[in-house]
């Protein structure tokens, strides 16, 4: 970076206004080094973020991020040499030359930002899942992606699943018939990652040692710290989180999502026992989709469980039907497309006599290859030119994001949400217009740039 630039990423309050400072993207992005390997750059490198710091150290790990000294002690010990910071920003500002590849596994509402930054320097990134924390912000990445020519990923490890490639192929060669309703479910909320708050607001508690707890809030507004929010319970509070829908909903919504090609709904509907509350989640909801017609494919409803909210038992199941932890049904005029838990591992057809009758069709269907090694490698070798396009890159993945998100929506506000997605409004309630895009702490506005 030039002095003059420098200083603008690093001014502001709250550290970096990276969003005021347009940073143009090489016209060839860092090639791997010398080994072969790419140059990383982890944020977030505890929790969640093990994965990404585990794949990081495969290649070459140029310098890593977490808030929490706590939970990257192990990191700090594996990795003495290497630069570690609590504020990301800083790491970009230092190392943006050496680095070809940012992945990002924070809490959500931390996750716009560090893409954010890091697409403005031209590097490519992974994000976990959901992909962002409001619609105006996974429109405004997809935007990047596209502006800046980066390769990008999102963490729905069950993209790269088999399974998601068979129910895609069973869906197009008419296995299943007309499908007009799909169930999804999860049993969330529930612990470890769910806990319900003994008070709204939280009880305050003093910041830990180790905790930068200034970076943590990011673009949200200040408060006191509470172990409410910090370092597991934050889902669960909407300035930070996405509720159970945002947890699972890019993970179960994805294949019948991918398979169909279902678009954006045009209407989602809640029911839900809690009033809303504009801090926390409610516990529990029974949300639904309508999908409108996509050329000779006919509308379709979709209905997402919580706890508290069961699935019915899906069409042609037979016996007693036990949800257990999540699952999803496709069910057709034909066929119901099945598979238990919230990713598409081992999908089959409802009633299970009809797996075996159809076996040697089914085999015959196959046409979509396989993903080895998960979503982090398969970006890797995407960019290393030595793999296939990213399956749940930002121009899908903002997409099924947008979808979850919807819901979240009114789930938040008890409403039902007429969608005009062209113009990224919900239909005759303009006050909804601060939830889709939110207000954000002085110095912390990214990607402003991209809607000038």
């Known amino acids: 970076m030039t002095r003059t630039t420098r200083r603008s990423f690093l001014k502001g309050s709250a550290g970096v206004a990276a969003g005021a400072v347009l940073f143009p993207a090489p016209a060839i992005l860092a090639a791997p080094n010398a080994a072969g390997k790419l140059n990383c750059a982890v944020v977030g490198a505890g929790g969640m973020g093990g994965y990404a710091f585990k794949e990081a150290c495969g290649e070459n790990l140029v310098a890593f991020a977490d808030v929490d000294k706590r939970k990257v002690r192990g990191a700090l010990k594996k990795k003495a040499n290497t630069p570690f910071f609590q504020d990301f920003r800083k790491l970009l500002d230092k190392h943006h030359k050496e ?5 990002i596994s924070t809490p959500d509402h931390f996750h716009f930002p560090a893409a954010m930054a890091s697409i403005e320097l031209g590097k490519h990134v992974f994000v976990q899942k959901p992909l962002a924390h409001n619609i105006w912000q996974v429109r405004t990445l997809r935007k990047a992606a596209k502006h800046y020519k980066v390769k990008t990923a999102m963490g729905n490890q069950g993209h790269t699943f088999d399974g998601l490639r068979r129910i895609r192929e069973w869906y197009e060669a008419g296995i ?100 809303p509350s504009k801090q926390y989640m409610p516990w529990g909801a029974l949300t639904t989709y309508h999908f409108p017609a996509r050329g000779d494919k006919p509308p379709v409803v979709m209905k997402w469980h919580e706890a508290g909210y069961p699935p019915p038992k899906p069409q042609r199941w037979e016996g007693a039907f036990k949800s257990k932890e999540g699952g999803m049904a496709m069910i057709g005029s034909k066929d119901t497309i099945f598979h238990y838990g919230m990713r598409p591992g081992s999908p089959m057809l409802l009633p299970g006599s009809r797996m075996q009758e159809m076996k ?29 396009k990213v399956g749940s890159d930002f121009e899908y993945a903002t997409q099924l994001t947008e979808v979850v998100l919807l819901g979240v929506l009114a789930q938040r506000t008890g409403k039902t949400i007429e969608w005009d997605a062209e113009n990224m409004k919900v239909k005759g309630q303009p006050e909804l217009d601060a939830l889709i895009k939110e207000p954000v702490r002085k110095g912390w506005a990214f990607g402003e740039n991209m809607w000038k």
């Not at 169930?183 to 305050?204: A, D, G, M, Q």
């Not at 991918?258 to 809690?274: H, N, Q, S």
Request: proline residues 11%; hydrophobic residues 35%; glycine residues 8%.
């Open 99 to 103: 680095i070809d590849v940012v992945l």
């Open 360 to 388: 040697s069709k089914l085999a015959s269907l196959k046409k979509y290859p396989s993903v080895k090694g998960g979503p982090i490698k398969e970006l890797f070798n995407y960019i290393k030119g030595t793999g296939p």
């Open 176 to 275: 299943a018939g007309e499908v007009k309703e799909i169930l999804t479910w999860t049993n969330r909320p529930n612990r470890p990652w769910f806990k319900k708050p003994t008070s709204i607001p939280p009880k305050e508690a003093p910041v830990p040692d180790g905790v930068n707890w200034d970076i943590w809030l990011g673009p949200a507004a200040e408060r006191p710290f509470s172990n409410e929010y910090m370092p597991q319970l934050w889902r669960g509070w909407w300035d930070f989180g996405c509720a159970s829908l945002g947890d699972i909903g890019c993970h179960t919504f994805d294949a019948p999502f991918w398979a169909m090609d279902l678009g954006m709904p045009t209407k989602v509907e809640v029911e839900m026992k809690d009033k």
